[in-house]
């Protein structure tokens, strides 16, 4: 099982590596990690183990959240009260966007990014993500609202790229009435 300390902090350097493509079949490893991060991602947002294994609850991981460089990410939604749509994909790539941006109201979080952090991260309203499956299989993703945010959110980890990299520091809610809150 992950536990907290597994997942790298911002500080970590590793996080800003550009991650790998996956070639296909993955290895026994690739899928055994794959397989932690759903688990962690699941029992994280499920209330009574998340205390019992004191997680930090999250949505998305990228694999080099976990130190491997790799371009593969789980996501893992809830869309009623202990009811979860489960995302895994290889290789992904946004291939359209809206054009309405959204930013998260209570603020962006990350499970590498142990801190509060003040300001808006403008992300499209709706994407269409495509990649693979664990299986190779080529699969597409057509996601919304925060399900559209987690998708960019961790493409961007794969790329290096953090959701505090966003944020203006001088003026961390700059531009806020040029997007609609969620």
Request: glycine letters at 6%; charged letters at 30%.
């Amino acid at each position: 099982m992950l536990k907290n300390k597994d997942i790298l902090d911002e500080k970590d350097k590793r996080l800003r590596l550009i991650s790998k493509d996956v070639t296909f079949p993955l290895s026994k490893d690739d899928l055994k990690t794959i397989d932690l991060m759903v688990e962690y991602l699941t029992n994280s947002q499920i209330e009574k183990l998340a205390l019992k294994y004191n997680l930090r609850p999250g949505m998305g991981m990228a694999a080099i959240q976990l130190g491997i460089p790799k371009r593969f990410l789980t996501i893992v939604h809830e869309v009623d009260e202990g009811e979860f749509d489960t995302y895994v994909i290889c290789n992904p790539k946004i291939v359209s966007t809206s054009v309405e941006k959204i930013y998260v109201e209570m603020g962006e979080g990350c499970l590498s990014v142990n801190r509060e952090v003040e300001g808006i991260v403008p992300r499209y309203a709706r994407v269409t993500v495509v990649g693979y499956d664990v299986n190779g299989n080529k699969i597409k993703i057509r996601a919304k609202e925060e399900l559209a945010i987690a998708f960019q959110h961790e493409i961007d980890h794969l790329n290096g790229i953090l959701f505090t990299d966003y944020i203006d520091p001088k003026n961390p809610y700059k531009d806020k009435d040029l997007y609609r809150p969620i």
